[in-house]
């Protein structure tokens, strides 16, 4: 019986410092993990310009990310227009915003040109938004594509296609507005992605179910 105990209590004792050591190394890799996925924000991070005013984003993994840049602007049912310029730099982190983009690269001011991926998010017309879900996130895609990865907010539902044409001249293409709103958006990549590294000739439009049927 003694045997048995304590056998039993070296079982016990070699199973307990197995798992510490598991943990141990859980713990080393959460840890490494982290080191190397700090975001790196400043006053001077991840600046760069465009026709409304300069923009400052975040550099994490080694990419470059900007939220919430406008596109365009506009009123309720009217066409958009290019945002108003503002002054000093404006901070793309979020933005709440329906006519703005995101942007992700691997790299600014290094003289490149990268292929463009331009997005569009899924939710059948009516619902959803370019930052609903993690996986819409463009990060990875442009870090192992060495690509420019943009997604863009635009106006849904009755906002983007009512047709309001029989009230006025200035509604007169309520209907279409969602789609107005994303050529304004590719429109926006074609005179300022080459500031963020991308190739504005060597864009390609694919989306997400709603997105995808958009694309067409």
């Known amino acids: 019986n003694c045997g048995a105990i304590r056998q039993n209590y070296l079982y016990c ?3 307990e410092t197995i798992i510490k050591q598991q ?7 959460i ?7 700090q975001m790196v924000t400043g006053e001077n991070v991840a600046v760069t310009q465009t026709e409304s005013g300069k923009v400052r984003g975040y550099v994490h993994n080694s990419v470059y990310t900007y939220k919430g840049i406008p ?23 979020t933005n709440e915003n329906c006519m703005v983009l995101n942007v992700w690269t691997p790299g600014i001011n290094d ?15 009516t619902a959803g938004s370019s930052q609903e879900l993690p ?44 789609i107005i709103d ?15 590294g991308g190739d504005a000739g060597n864009v390609t439009i694919f989306g997400q179910s709603g997105g995808g049927a958009k694309v067409n």
Not at 182 to 196: G, P, Y
């Open 13 to 15: 004792r070699i199973k």
């Open 23 to 29: 943990w141990l190394f859980v713990v080393a890799l």
């Open 31 to 37: 840890c490494t993990f982290s080191a190397s996925a």
């Open 71 to 93: 596109y365009a602007e506009a009123k309720r049912f009217e066409s958009p227009q290019k945002p108003k310029p503002w002054n000093g730099v404006r901070s793309s982190l």
């Open 111 to 125: 003289g490149k040109k990268r292929p463009v991926l331009f997005w569009i998010h899924g939710g059948g017309f």
């Open 135 to 178: 996986s819409y996130d463009g990060e990875n895609l442009a870090k192992r594509g060495d690509v420019v990865v943009v997604s863009i907010n635009h106006r849904l539902n009755i906002l983007g296609y009512l047709d309001l044409s029989a009230y006025g001249d200035k509604y007169k293409q309520s209907a279409n507005l969602s």
């Open 182 to 196: 994303m050529v304004a958006a590719l429109q926006w990549v074609k005179d300022k992605i080459a500031n963020f």
